[in-house]
């Protein structure tokens, strides 16, 4: 096998020409099809994703049923046990609900089998199992929305698709392409971070000597207080009140957004979050849910969209931000709006709007400096609890002599200091300007090595206090930093942090 190494500009080259080759492979594909009806088609495949990744979340309450599901094979359908699946399936959710379903699960199997045949085995392991394909299809969340967003534009011929061929048409582009598109642009990025970056060439394909990870364990992206972690400061019983009921059959629905926007409203009122910007987008939410249709789909006219915007008081620039019409694969990855525009209908869904509320309510907090100190103090108690969890013994120790640490441990008469870093880091800059990305990343990486040292420089308060003579500095970032530091680790690791560091 032969291999060669390529740095500097010959690797950069190299990373961008690959970029080309498949941004343009993405539009030679969708160039030949319908517009129209290829959006509506992976806007039914999208919707049928999306309820069969929050399947074993809804609560089924037959664990037998349950245990059926999620064992259920993809590559070897066996009839009996996908019928029995199935009647399960339409007597707590309905008959629509299994026949998306069901759809889904035969356009699985085919394209698990083409995926096997063409020699694509890591995708196709993800759809073996209705348990494995729930993870694969989580973590390409991203490029499936993203395929949503690319159609209108990219389709300009006259070819549909078949029913039963959404996913092997597109589902493939995003395999083959949409997700090396990422893997390339985190590579350029990479490329301008680290002065020793190198490419591997070898069997046609190449590997970089970094790499990036961006997302947790459960694939979402980090913010600076998640709604878990500053609902535990709530109370229920308020929210509970303002509730509106949900039908226990819809696992997405109208009723589920509104209770949505009650609890964003309620766990971030300290920061009077109706007041800010976000308010008037809620209530163009709301208005926008009158006109859901099967408790999922939104569909607007122009004019709609126009009174309802003016109705909620929106400014041009918020209208502009929820409309979505047309850019190239890459730009349309880090797309937030809700309402993607086909022809002369805007056309969303329940679980795009949520995505966008998710997204505003850290839009209007982030700037506030109240919301940057207190999300920082949670961040601290977040890490605090994850260590106790992992053994170590956290100290009440928070100020000495004057000196403030963040979160001070002990692990078998160690004492590990950790500092939590908050600083936002705009991940979409990764596609959308790799350079300004290395830039800020280059300079969050010498502010956490400076502050490595100025611990290192005050450590004997530490052993004093606690009557310790071994001490470890560690940097604990809320968002992903680009690094060879191995002190500096990005929280997305915090599950791995005692094995991480107990050897340094």
Not at 382 to 406: M, P
Request: with cysteine; charged share 25%; net charge negative.
């Amino acid at each position: 096998m032969r291999t060669e190494t390529i740095v500097g500009a010959a690797a950069v080259a190299l990373i961008e020409k690959q970029i080309a080759a498949h941004s343009g492979g993405i539009k030679k594909v969708l160039a030949p099809l319908e517009a129209k009806q290829a959006f509506q088609s992976w806007f039914e495949t999208f919707r049928a994703i999306e309820e069969f990744i929050n399947l074993p979340l809804f609560g089924i309450d037959d664990d037998e049923l349950e245990q059926r599901i999620v064992e259920l094979r993809l590559d070897n359908i066996v009839p009996e046990e996908l019928t029995i699946v199935a009647a399960g399936l339409k007597e707590k959710f309905g008959s629509g609900f299994v026949k998306r379903f069901m759809t889904l699960v035969a356009q699985m199997h085919a394209i698990g089998t083409a995926f096997r045949m063409h020699g694509l085995f890591e995708p196709a392991a993800g759809l073996e199992t209705v348990k494995s394909a729930i993870g694969y299809f989580q973590s390409r969340r991203r490029h499936l929305i993203t395929m949503l967003y690319s159609l209108p534009e990219a389709c300009g011929g006259s070819k549909l698709i078949g029913e039963m061929d959404t996913l092997n048409v597109l589902l493939t582009q995003i395999e083959y392409s949409g997700l090396t598109l990422s893997g390339l642009h985190q590579k350029l990025m990479l490329g301008k971070v680290y002065s020793d970056f190198e490419l591997t060439i070898e069997d046609g394909g190449f590997f970089a000597n970094h790499s990036f990870e961006t997302l947790d364990a459960y694939f979402l992206e980090p913010e600076r207080a998640g709604i878990l972690e500053m609902h535990e400061n709530v109370s229920n019983e308020v929210i509970n009140e303002r509730y509106e009921p949900v039908d226990p059959r819809l696992i997405f629905s109208s009723a589920e957004v509104r209770n949505n926007i009650i609890l964003l409203e309620e766990t971030y009122k300290e920061f009077d979050l109706v007041g800010s910007r976000f308010g008037a987008i809620a209530e163009f939410v709301r208005e926008c849910l009158s006109r859901c249709k099967d408790d999922y789909f939104i569909v607007l006219s122009q004019g709609e969209f126009d009174e309802f915007s003016v109705s909620a008081e929106l400014l041009k620039s918020e209208q502009t931000r929820l409309v979505h019409e047309g850019a190239d694969y890459t730009r349309n990855l880090n797309v937030i709006a809700p309402f993607i525009r086909v022809g002369d209908r805007l056309h969303s869904t329940v679980t795009l709007l949520n995505r966008f509320l998710y997204y505003w309510k850290n839009s209007c907090l982030d700037d506030v400096r109240r919301y940057q100190i207190r999300s920082g103090f949670i961040f601290e108690e977040t890490v605090k609890k994850a260590l106790t969890e992992q053994g170590f013994h956290v100290t009440r120790i928070k100020r000495i002599n004057r000196k403030e640490f963040d979160v001070v441990a002990i692990l078998n008469d160690v004492i590990y200091n950790v500092q939590c870093k908050n600083n936002l880091v705009d991940l979409g800059k990764i596609e959308a300007d790799p350079k300004i990305f290395a830039r800020y990343n280059r300079r969050l990486d010498r502010t956490y090595a400076a502050a490595l040292l100025k611990e290192e420089k005050r450590e004997s308060l530490l052993k004093e206090e606690l009557g310790l003579s071994e001490i470890k500095h560690f940097v604990l970032s809320r968002f992903p930093v680009a690094t060879t530091n191995e002190r500096v680790f990005a929280y997305l690791c915090i599950d791995q942090f005692r094995e991480l560091v107990v050897g340094l």
